[in-house]
Each structure stands twice: as structure tokens, then as C-alpha cells.
């Protein structure tokens, strides 16, 4: 599994996640904590979640 930062995260080494494809789905973790627990969800979830974060109202 490639992990890849996500373009939204701080350069401070802040609040960052990192993405990765696994099986048509989508892996999240906190990059600072790269041992810690995965959260496995759809592209469409992500994508709705990040709308919703974002002000965007969903599909």
C-alpha cells in the first residue's frame, strides 16, 4: 500500500492524514501516528465527508 499526504494538510506537521487505495476503497490515517488505526471508507463516503467539511452540500 502506496500512502500519499493529503493536499489539504498543513506543512507544519500539523493536522495531516494520509491517503492510500486499497480494493476500490480508500485508507485514512494520521501521518504522525503511522502504526496507529486505519479508517477504511468508500471514495463516495470520502468525497461526501470532505463536501460536508468543506461548506459544500453533498450529492
Known sequence: ???RKASRSGSD???C??????DG???VRDSKDSNGPVLIVS?????DAVRLAGG???S
Open 1 to 3: 500500500m502506496t500512502w
Open 13 to 15: 506537521g500539523g493536522a
Open 17 to 22: 492524514v494520509e491517503l492510500a487505495g486499497v
Open 25 to 27: 476503497k480508500v485508507a
Open 43 to 47: 471514495r463516495r463516503a470520502l468525497r
Open 56 to 58: 459544500q452540500p453533498g
